[in-house]
């Protein structure tokens, strides 16, 4: 009786993720969706303030980035201040001034569309392996995907950071790995050019490639972080690069309690919450270390688990998708310098969950796993934390999304999904 049970609540959840799944995916659904993300991105972009864009004038982060590049660029070094660290690179510093060459006005208005079409991007890129009925309910499922994603994509949008157009950068080059493997490898390389955090798919690539790929964004890292650096400072870009270097030391020694405007940027980090927990006491710096030391090793086993594939990942494919979302999100809760928004890397692997839970070609046990994934990080989204000791919540985040994948990562198809369908 029980097993009769079991077995039609099995078949009900299956016909509700297939009802779900077939309402994703018609026109409707995709117009409500497009509606839904509109509004969703103009509220927290503008707040339904129309004043706020115009005249169009850098605002919030963006402003705080142009200024501070420009900045830079003039002098030919970062500034020693008591103001908030700027960890962007010498290269980042470089793009940010090339914007901004159109002037404050032209900025605002490119900043703003720039994180429009990435936030689209990031959607739409993310479902590249799928198949064309799948591809085509992307805006439906994007939409889905801000129920768990919700929390770092809001507060992007609202201060008007980079974190979107950077991993619409990453994502886009996932999507073009095959078809353009030049071109994925030059948008890779700007990616990283911008933030590190995706530094780590460059040995992925060297394991698996494609080669040019790799060749690709080696080279425009290259180019982007040392040739034109050269071009413009001459032997000055070595002073760039020392005063980059003094930077990332404030950022690693930062206090794990500035988190007000006057003082820097809201910090998160496992170490902030560790402080807020129990204090800076004799031991805090060995609660920290444990933590941190077990995420390595979680990272190892997810890495074990992927090494041992007999042959090479391609890309797009669920397999490559799931160790790029692993790698993006690994640096997460090491970093000492953790904002809200820099969690936004954890957008394309909850699209996979979501993708891999309506999926009715994989067993009904695999997709459990996936909805539970997705509803873990739904509920952290929704509920949230204290701010103080958010640093959990993150890691609670990043360790969901990595058990799930490394549980999975042997079932997942190693060539693109479109191409056995």
Not at 90 to 116: E, T
Not at 393 to 406: P, S
Request: charged share 15%; hydrophobic share 55%.
């Amino acid at each position: 009786m029980n097993q009769h049970s079991t077995s039609q609540r099995v078949v009900g959840v299956e016909t509700g993720l297939r009802a779900l799944r077939d309402a994703l995916e018609t026109r409707a659904a995709r117009v409500a969706a497009g509606a839904l993300i509109a509004f969703y991105f103009c509220y927290h972009v503008t707040r339904f303030r129309p004043q706020s864009l115009w005249p169009p004038i850098p605002a919030h982060d963006a402003a705080i980035m142009l200024a501070r590049a420009t900045e830079i660029f003039h002098s030919g070094g970062y500034p020693v201040t008591d103001a908030a660290p700027f960890p962007y690179p010498p290269s980042a510093v470089l793009l940010l001034r090339a914007l901004g060459l159109v002037g404050p006005g032209a900025f605002s208005i490119v900043w703003v569309v720039l994180m429009a079409a990435g936030l689209l991007a990031v959607f739409r890129a993310s479902l590249a392996a799928e198949p064309d009925r799948t591809r085509g309910a992307w805006l439906a499922i994007g939409a889905l995907s801000l129920v768990a994603a919700d929390s770092p994509v809001s507060w992007d949008l609202r201060n008007l950071n980079s974190n979107l157009i950077y991993l619409a950068l990453v994502m886009t080059s996932y999507a073009l790995m095959r078809r353009r493997p030049d071109l994925a490898g030059g948008l890779l390389g700007v990616s990283i050019s911008l933030k590190l955090f995706s530094i780590l798919i460059i040995p992925w690539l060297a394991i698996n490639g494609p080669r040019r790929a790799l060749l690709w964004a080696v080279v425009t890292m290259l180019i982007m972080g040392l040739a034109l650096p050269m071009a413009f400072f001459g032997h000055g870009a070595i002073r760039l690069y020392e005063g980059w270097g003094q930077q990332l030391r404030i950022v690693a020694g930062a206090s794990p309690m500035v988190a007000c405007a006057a003082c820097g940027p809201p910090l998160v980090s496992l170490r902030r919450a560790l402080s807020a927990s129990i204090g800076e006491t004799a031991a805090m710096p060995v609660a920290l270390a444990a933590l941190r030391i077990g995420w390595i090793l979680v990272l190892a086993w997810y890495a074990r688990r992927a090494l041992s594939a007999a042959r090479p990942v391609k890309a797009p494919s669920r397999v490559a998708l799931a160790d790029w979302s692993v790698l993006m999100v690994a640096p997460l809760p090491l970093s000492p310098w953790l904002e809200p928004y820099h969690v936004v890397t954890i957008l394309p692997g909850v699209i996979l969950l979501v993708e891999m839970a309506l999926d009715e070609q994989i067993a009904m046990r695999e997709r459990a796993v996936a909805g539970s994934a997705f509803l873990v990080l739904a509920l952290a989204n929704i509920v949230g934390s204290p701010f103080a000791i958010r640093g959990f919540l993150i890691a609670v985040q990043c360790l969901a999304l990595t058990l799930c994948f490394g549980w999975l990562r042997r079932v997942l198809p190693e060539a693109p999904a479109f191409a056995e369908h």
